[in-house]
Structures are given as structure tokens and as C-alpha cells.
């Protein structure tokens, strides 16, 4: 499969499948009831950042083209290639990229903390000041904290939009103050065709990628974008050979986890292992197979030690080993 970028949802104009929800919000501001705060909710790459900046840009002023959809606007307008460049003043974006391009574990206080400062000044140019959180998942507890200001203090004209994959997560505090929006996942051959009219891929692996990504189409193109087929052959072909285990391949694979592009590739190898493991799993409960303690446990591992090495930085090779030992283990019951 050829190499692609997959879009940040700034830049994307089209969302499909998620007409309810764009419906919903442009009734209420064709109304004038308008919320401050809306919580975009929903399983992560169902379009919720594309959402966000749909809304945004038809709040900022930039005129509804249908040929886009019921929030639609056009890429070429002035206020669409202001957002797509990041130039917009009246927009601003909390997300765990740094200044400096790189991905950071959570939004840190301090930027969640220029939100309230954004909110006491007049838009400069448009109807509207608008800030999207993406995601609010990752707001620290003081960041998540720093907002509250904002949503308790309703600015006028302003409006706060905020994306969440686990809003069961957020401070219940927050939650209460946000009217909520929610997004699902498309159905398995609609989302197959998505990727499918995006990368060079078969059908039967957008197919496949689909059903990995559990109908979420944005997640399917990053999958696709970070050779998850690959990974998920890796995971096939382990638990398969079980309780034998290829040492070569096993060592290999384990090479090939250094790196910021290991990191991902130890992350996928873990999902996909887990995902299969959860499968198997649920399979045998249903035929009363035993030995089932063993596979759970063996899951639990699958699920333990990616947040394990990220937190206390582990070796990801040794944490591959041990996950090895405990399917091992599963497949010997």
C-alpha cells in the first residue's frame, strides 16, 4: 500500500454519517439558542474533530455551501483558508500537539488557562469567538479545572467546543455544564468505503480495517496510514503458533519497537493481540470451554502493559517478552 497522510480535521471539508448531529447543533443556532459549550461525544475517529471545525467555521462566518453538507462551507472561502492555516483570530485550539509540531501527553495547564483570557475579548472580525478542546480526555486535573472558569462564566459570544472519546472520565462538574452531542460509529462497509476511496487498499482489507476501527471511519484511515494490516498478521500469526513461539520472528519484533516509530508499532502489536485475545475469549465462553481464567489473565497483561511503559518507562522488548509468556501460558491450559 502506497504512503498517505492522514488530514488533521481542520482541513477536512466532508462528514459522513453524523447528519443528526449537524442538524441538531444548526437548529439551535438558527434559533438563537445557542449553548456556550457543547460536549462532541462518541468513539475516537467518528468525526468529531471534523465536526468541531465544521461548526467553527460556520460560526466564524464563513456561508453554508450544501454541496458540503448541513454545516458545510466551502475550502476556498476566506474564513475556511484562515482556519486551514491557523491564522483565524477568533479561533483557538487546545490539542496535545506542542508549538513545536510533536505530540505531548496531556494539554497542559498553562494552555488551558489562555482560554479565559480568549473569552474576555470581542471577536475581532467574525460573530463569534470559538475554542475547540481535542480532546478534553486529555486535559490534566488542573487544566480540566481551568476551564471550568469559562463554563461557569458564560462569555458572550463565545463558544467552547469539546471533543471526548470517555466523557465518563471528565469532572462531573464539566459534563454538567456542557450540552452534548453524540456521534456513532457508521456501518462496517460504509466505513470500508471510506478508506477504500482514500487509499490503494483492497476490499477486503478495508474490510478488515474497518472492522478493527469498529466503524470509525477517521480511525480506519490511521490504521490504514500506520500499517495496522501488518501488525494485526503479526498478531494472527503469534497467537496461532501458539504455545509454540518462532524465536526469530519473536526477536524481530522486538527490534523493532525502538524508536517513536516502535512506539506505535509496540502499541498496535498490543492492540491488535488484545483485540484477538478478547475474541478468542468470547468465542470459547460461548461453547463452555475452560481455561478461561488463564486467558483473561493473559488479557489483562495485553492491556496492562502498554500504560505501564508509557508511565514508567519500560522496555518495550521485555514487556513484549512477558506478554509472550502469559499467551504462552493461556495456550498451554
Request: glycine share 6%; charged share 30%; aromatic share 6%.
Amino acid at each position: 500500500m502506497a504512503e498517505f497522510e492522514v488530514p488533521h480535521p481542520r482541513a477536512v471539508f466532508q462528514l459522513q454519517g453524523q447528519e443528526a448531529a449537524e442538524a441538531s447543533f444548526e437548529d439551535a443556532r438558527a434559533r438563537g439558542r445557542l449553548h456556550h459549550a457543547w460536549l462532541l461525544t462518541g468513539p475516537e475517529g467518528v468525526g468529531k474533530a471534523t465536526f468541531a471545525y465544521r461548526a467553527a467555521r460556520r460560526l466564524l462566518g464563513a456561508p453554508l455551501d450544501p454541496d458540503y453538507g448541513v454545516l458545510g462551507s466551502n475550502p476556498e472561502h476566506p474564513i475556511s483558508r484562515q482556519v486551514a492555516a491557523r491564522s483565524h483570530p477568533d479561533i483557538m485550539v487546545l490539542e496535545r500537539e506542542g508549538p513545536d509540531g510533536k505530540p505531548r501527553r496531556i494539554i497542559p495547564v498553562d494552555d488551558a488557562r489562555k482560554l479565559s483570557e480568549f473569552f474576555s475579548k470581542s471577536p475581532a472580525s467574525a460573530p463569534h469567538r470559538v475554542a475547540i478542546i481535542d480532546a478534553a480526555d486529555d486535559l490534566n486535573p488542573n487544566a480540566a479545572n481551568a476551564i471550568l472558569k469559562t463554563l461557569e462564566e458564560p462569555p458572550p459570544r463565545g463558544v467552547l467546543l469539546m471533543v471526548s472519546h470517555a466523557p465518563g472520565r471528565l469532572l462531573p462538574t464539566v459534563r454538567s455544564r456542557c450540552r452534548r452531542l453524540a456521534f456513532r460509529p457508521l456501518n462496517l462497509e460504509v466505513t470500508a468505503d471510506f478508506v477504500r476511496d482514500r487509499t490503494d487498499v483492497d476490499a477486503d482489507d478495508a474490510l478488515r480495517l474497518a472492522r478493527m476501527a469498529e466503524g470509525a471511519p477517521g480511525r480506519a484511515l490511521v490504521l490504514a496510514a500506520t500499517k495496522a494490516l501488518t501488525m494485526d498478521d503479526a498478531a494472527r500469526d503469534i497467537l496461532e503458533s501458539l504455545p509454540q513461539v518462532d524465536d526469530t520472528r519473536a526477536l524481530s519484533l522486538a527490534e523493532s519497537f525502538r524508536g517513536g516509530e516502535g512506539a506505535a508499532r509496540f502499541a498496535l502489536l498490543f492492540e491488535r493481540l488484545s483485540d484477538r485475545v478478547h475474541g478468542f475469549a468470547t468465542d470459547q465462553a460461548g461453547h463452555g470451554a475452560g481455561g478461561l481464567d488463564r486467558w483473561a489473565a493473559a488479557w489483562e497483561t495485553l492491556q496492562r502493559l502498554p500504560r505501564e511503559v508509557e508511565g514508567l518507562n519500560m522496555d518495550r522488548a521485555d514487556a513484549f517478552f512477558t506478554a509472550l509468556a502469559d499467551l504462552r501460558r493461556a495456550a498451554q491450559a
